[in-house]
């Protein structure tokens, strides 16, 4: 098939690629020109794992191409996918949907003959009939423009594998037998046969399966650390308590993970922007256990300078501070909504000299918090060191000889605010250790 995907971010260009690597002709469609001038290389303008790879095979060949002009974009194709984002508002928790209906009022009036116009984009349910009435309003073919949702479900740096190998395909519609249904299928028919549960239902219900898959997963992070909170308040071991619940099929000990709490720019956005809509619906309580989630969450990071404060007798003016992470999770240069760098701009306007490594995320994370120190050098990095913090678990730190850094530092200690670190090496190799939950 031909397609189109407008928006190339996160999102728009992992999903591009994987639709080429499934065969299609793709044509990436984005307004900001640098982001295509790099693209059109072969390489993505963010770090996801295999992404590149694939960005280099599909745009050598000629079977994925990007541009910045929706009139391309209208002519390439009548399938058209919009993976644009939905970010917080400023100073607000409802979705900032301006990216969304820019991009469906550029395209509109250029889709002249029927097409269907498949939304992947997160948003509050209910905005999928104002899609349809723009298209419907402003696009020369009028209602032979079907509306499709399509929402994604990808872990960065897991994106490629998530979407070429997704454990379930939603796909909504307006009526019952859309013929849109035919075209979608026709397009994921490989993962179709592969065996992916797929799931046919209603426009409202697919607007609501991201933000609600992650609103649970939210959910259940911050049971687990609210869990921790307590283990440490009674000198429990919250990482054993967890493998114990895990063991319930009920439960699971997949994504009940203890430690510092999430960020990004999905989890806390949806969990908010969920909320919000609540309210608008007027069944604001039924939302209401995500604030206490959200509180728990940013309590995770007070408790995290808590310790570090405490740790360093109280006085945190002039102590020297390694962070270890910058980006929010593993394997990405993602910084949104960091609780690593949240945590280390605190400790900085408290008084302390806060050094930040990371494999991947030092450039953007340079360009958001300037005041802070930085270095490539994980090692380096501990020199004269009053505290190590580890709070983004980079496999490349769990494995450094901590037996090599005790001698660098004032004193060797360390907290581990996400549970990877080999708490009886470390001890074995002279550091004073503290875990989030535990002892």
Request: with cysteine; charged share 25%.
């Amino acid at each position: 098939m031909k397609l189109t995907v407008i928006g190339c971010g996160y999102l728009g260009a992992t999903h591009a690629a994987c639709m080429a690597e499934l065969g299609h002709e793709v044509l990436g469609m984005d307004s900001n020109m640098d982001k295509i001038a790099i693209l059109n290389t072969g390489k993505a303008p963010f770090h996801e794992r295999n992404l590149d790879e694939m960005l280099t095979r599909h745009t050598a060949s000629g079977r994925l191409q990007f541009t910045a002009s929706y009139a391309e974009a209208a002519a390439f194709a009548d399938l058209h996918f919009i993976g644009v984002g939905t970010p917080q508002q400023p100073g607000e928790d409802a979705y900032d949907l301006s990216h969304l209906f820019a991009a469906v009022r550029q395209l509109a009036p250029r889709l002249k003959a029927p097409a269907v116009v498949a939304v992947k984009s997160t948003v509050p349910v209910g905005t999928a009939p104002r899609v349809r009435d723009l298209l419907h309003e402003f696009a020369p073919a009028g209602d032979r423009i079907e509306v499709a949702w399509n929402p994604e479900f990808l872990r960065e740096s897991l994106a490629v594998e998530d979407t070429l190998h997704p454990d379930r395909l939603v796909l909504g519609f307006a009526t019952e037998h859309s013929w849109a249904e035919a075209v979608l299928r026709q397009c994921f028919e490989k993962i179709i046969e592969a065996g992916t549960p797929t799931i046919v239902t209603d426009w409202a219900t697919a607007e609501l399966a991201k933000a609600s898959a992650n609103a649970f997963l939210a959910t259940k992070i911050s049971f687990i650390n609210a869990i921790a909170e307590i283990c440490e308040a009674s000198g429990a071991d919250v990482t054993q308590l967890a493998d114990i619940l895990g063991h319930d099929e009920r439960i699971g000990r997949q994504g009940m993970r203890p430690g510092l709490g999430f960020g990004g720019g999905c989890l806390p956005k949806d969990i908010r922007g969920f909320m919000a809509r609540a309210g608008e619906l007027g069944v604001d309580q039924a939302a209401s256990i995500l604030r206490e989630v959200d509180a728990i969450n940013s309590r995770r990071r007070q408790r995290m300078v808590d310790l570090a404060r405490q740790q360093l007798d109280g006085n945190l003016a002039g102590r020297r501070i390694t962070v270890w992470g910058a980006a929010f999770k593993p394997d990405t240069d993602d910084i949104r909504d960091s609780p690593a760098l949240a945590v280390a701009q605190q400790l900085h306007e408290l008084g302390a000299t806060v050094t930040v490594t990371d494999p991947q995320a030092l450039d953007n994370a340079r360009k958001a918090h300037p005041e802070l120190g930085y270095t490539d050098d994980p090692i380096g990095a501990v020199q004269d060191a009053d505290l190590l913090l580890h709070l983004t678990e980079w496999t490349q730190f769990s494995h450094i000889d901590p037996h090599h850094l005790a001698a660098r530092t004032m004193t060797p200690r360390v907290i581990d605010g996400r549970g990877t670190l080999n708490a009886d090496t470390w001890r074995e190799a002279g550091w004073t250790l503290r875990t989030l939950g535990r002892f």
